[in-house]
């Protein structure tokens, strides 16, 4: 009898072992434990965050992120409560186990002080979004920025009544419209502002379908991250449950993301795991440059206009350019007047040997044949142009390669110059007509 109930003890204790061992850390629902839904989502693991180490997060908008591995979500809820579609959100996650983040408005939770203890009650996290969810905040006063943030967090205490130590130093800014004031401040008090990896659009007037589609491809595309969706939208509702069901037949994973406390201490990471494009190991590996040493760190001598005689049919260099120790230095660029000072062709170049009658008749035997145009060097050649026939290219050669050489180098270096002006002008325009630019300024008016 005796022995029996020892080794019943020695059962149980070694089953309590194993459930501490297993619940090691902070404790996450997995689809195996959640009762009635065998095949639930589930949260695979919960991710204690200090605020006063990172305190901005989501790539949207700021170097660093949530230290997600590759397919893990962490899904957050704007603009609740409001108990009409926020309650169908609370049930389509709590039938797939899935713990969130939701950021609340002051207002809603005077309005919905249950729909905050619902919140609590179902295990999510509980951040907040200001009183009033102005879009102004990256250009009102910081007094008054300061004012919804803590009016926001008093209404939210206040719908927790006795557990409002639970609502979590989380906020985000509405709209994302971010001002450094603003995050100062949330800084300082220990609030950590939440941005986000990316959007489904569900705020704006598209269906459910384009709000699956968004979240589903965007997820895709960032192959993790922090999900921004708004509980108050119906379309949202809608959406859901598909995107629960992707993310399940994808193989992603929910994330519960938890303030740390005394006694929940932050789970141990890595600062790179926090940067929006930690290096992967290959490239952290790969073998360092070799420290070149030079034996001369000298300007390499090079041919100066003034080096080349003038007065000569063909380029020549004065033998004393052959022992020139570097380029010459540039003149002095006038501040606001550069556009002025860009190297242009000189207007030699383009000087007609014989006139314009002698260019026409050059030009008139072109058009009657390139052979009878080159039958007679010198007179056949009115115009001088920079790039050569090959006949005469293959003659100048044989007559002086280095000479050759000098003068097509000569030729490149100002095509260049010129392609180069005509490039950056280019970029200029289509800079100034930059869709990017002009969506992100909408998506700045929406209410996110
Ligand atoms: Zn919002």
Same mark, same amino acid.
Not at 28 to 54: E, F, I, K, M, W
Not at 71 to 98: Q, R, W, Y
Not at 133 to 157: V, W, Y
Not at 299 to 311: C, I, M, V
């Given at each position: ?55 901005? /997060? ?13 397919? &893990? ?5 704007? $603009? ?20 969130? +983040? ?17 919140? !609590? ?20 006063? /910081?007094?008054? #920025? ?15 009544? %006795?557990? @409002? ?18 995050? $100062? ?15 489904? %659009? ?10 699956? %589609? ?14 921004? !969706?708004? %509980? ?7 959406? !859901? ?42 490239? @952290? ?25 003038? +007065?000569? &049919? ?17 003149? &002095? ?9 860009? #190297? ?36 056949? &050649? ?48 289509? +800079? ?17």
């Amino acid at each position: 009898m005796d022995g029996a109930w020892r080794g019943v003890r020695l059962w149980r204790q070694a089953a309590l072992a194993f459930a501490l061992l297993a619940g090691f850390g902070a404790p996450a629902a997995s689809a195996a434990d959640c009762p009635g839904h065998p095949n639930a989502l589930g949260t695979s693991r919960t991710l204690v965050v200090d605020p006063r180490q990172h305190p901005r /997060i989501g790539t949207m908008q700021y170097p660093e992120t949530l230290p997600l591995a590759d397919h &893990e979500v962490v899904l957050t809820f704007d $603009d609740g409560p409001l108990p009409k579609n926020s309650n169908k959100v609370l049930d389509i996650l709590a039938a797939e186990c899935v713990k969130a +983040t939701f950021f609340t408005i002051g207002q809603q939770a005077r309005n919905s002080p249950e729909g905050v203890r619902k919140l !609590l009650a179902a295990g999510h996290t509980i951040g907040t979004h200001t009183q009033t969810h102005p879009l102004t905040m990256n250009r009102m006063p /910081i007094e008054r #920025a300061r004012q919804e943030i803590e009016d926001g967090i008093a209404s939210t205490k206040a719908a927790l009544g %006795d557990n @409002a130590d639970a609502l979590a130093p989380f906020f985000r800014i509405p709209g994302l419209l971010r001002a450094d004031a603003v995050e $100062d401040y949330l800084a300082e008090q220990g609030i950590q502002a939440w941005s986000a990896d990316f959007l489904a %659009d569900d705020w704006r007037h598209v269906s459910s379908a384009r709000v699956y %589609d968004l979240a589903i491809s965007r997820l895709e595309a960032n192959g993790k991250g922090i999900l921004l !969706l708004h %509980d108050i939208q119906a379309r949202t509702v809608a959406a !859901l449950p598909r995107i629960l069901e992707t993310l399940k037949a994808r193989g992603y994973r929910i994330v519960h993301v938890v303030p740390a406390t005394q006694e929940r201490p932050t789970t141990p990471t890595e600062p790179q795991e926090w940067l929006l494009h930690p290096a992967p190991d290959a490239i @952290a590996h790969w073998p360092e440059v070799p420290n070149f040493v030079f034996a001369n760190r000298g300007n390499l001598p090079a041919p100066a206009r003034s080096d080349f005689d003038a +007065t000569a &049919e063909t380029p020549m260099l004065h033998e004393a350019a052959l022992s020139r120790p570097s380029w010459p230095e540039p003149s &002095e660029l006038a501040a606001g007047n550069a556009t002025v000072t860009l #190297a242009a062709p000189a207007s030699s170049l383009f000087e007609i040997e014989g006139g314009l009658d002698a260019a026409r008749h050059g030009a008139a035997l072109s058009r009657r044949g390139h052979k009878t145009a080159s039958v007679a060097p010198g007179a056949s &050649e009115p115009i001088r142009t920079k790039r050569l026939s090959r006949r005469d290219a293959r003659r100048l050669a044989l007559a002086n390669s280095r000479q050759l050489r000098l003068a097509q180098v000569s030729g490149r270096q100002s095509h260049r110059g010129a392609a180069g002006a005509s490039r950056q002008k280019t970029h200029a325009v289509t +800079t100034a007509h930059r869709g990017p630019v002009k969506r992100l300024v909408q998506v700045r008016k929406r209410r996110v």
